[in-house]
């Protein structure tokens, strides 16, 4: 497995990570995914250790706080060996409180993760979303006594906008506290919007990328093709075509993704991920998995590159016209250049 350094922190983290979304099956949302109780996460958890997939990815409102539990019992033994990444911010309760990044809430929801994880820290503390309604002053402040405490080694955000990012780093810079080290972000074939804004603001500010849902929600799996209808209740129906956009794109994706991974010997979903491990700024991609063959499937996608024509066919039909002012900001090179090659 191949490490790569998380921004400009001194933490190394593998290529690909395990995600845990899975794990629980907590309501209908969640089932989708997939309801791996403890016996199966324990021999899926032997499976990412012994490939060097050591960073185990989860949230406390994955299944209700269930998937953290799940997470716990199955490492239980074994946490000197792996990198634990949680999330907070989501609602855990309908009481006001229960919700957002506020000092008041952060200070329990880690406490109540690392019971549920039976560990005494966790290695990366994400903001699973940004909170408007609080001061960024507080969040920052708060998980910086996080870290001093010992309680979260390092802290990150997932799906902010850049100015969300951008103010946050600030707010942090200007008091000497604890920076966000890394973003993790919605990032594909067919979801290339991260590349606009997101990437450039990472190059510049040395924040390491950890892409969720790199198969766009399991439509970049190979199971979703051209005149072909998909079964109600799954993933792909649940999150995949929403989010993959332009059906027509999509399509066109996964026949080059087919014809590629005809040519190098590789499924579909293993080329969907290579490519993306090939991106800018990329540090590690979470893949998640519903069994042993699927996670072992997934993890086959490294250890190996695709060449420069397959990149460029990948690139060439993923294409899509930025929106403003992005579009604006490409018309002279010499100004913006962007950090891959995405629409001319």
Known sequence: MEFRQLGRCGLRVPVLSFGTATFGGGSEFYRAWGSTDVAEAKRLVDICIDAGATLLDTANSYSSGRAEEIL????????????????????MGAAPNDVGSSRHFLMRA?????????TDHVD???????????????????????????KV???ACSNFSGW???KSLGVAERYGWSPYVAHQAYYSLVSREYEWELMPLAIDQGIGTVVWSPLAGGALAGKVRRGESVASGSRVSQLGLDRAGDLETLYNVVAALEEIADDVGRTVPQVALNW?????T?????IGARNEEQLRQNLAAVGWSLDEAHVAKLDA???RRPIYPYWHQRLNPRLNTPPVRTYR
């Not at 716990?72 to 609602?91: E, H, M, S, W, Y």
């Not at 880690?110 to 039976?118: A, K, P, T």
């Not at 903001?127 to 309604?133: A, I, P, Q, R, Y």
């Open 282 to 286: 990329v540090a590690s991609v979470v």
């Open 317 to 319: 039909v993923s294409e």
């Open 110 to 118: 880690c406490e109540d993760s690392l019971r549920r994880l039976g």
């Open 153 to 155: 080694r390092y802290v």
């Open 72 to 91: 716990g019992a199955a490492i239980a033994g074994r946490r000197g060996d792996l990198l634990i990444a949680t999330k907070a911010t989501f609602p």
């Open 124 to 150: 990366l503390y994400y903001m699973h979303g940004f909170d408007e309604h609080t001061p960024v002053e507080e969040t920052m402040r708060a998980l910086d006594d996080l870290v001093t405490s010992g």
């Open 164 to 166: 969300h990012l951008m």
């Open 276 to 280: 993306v491990l090939s991106r800018p």
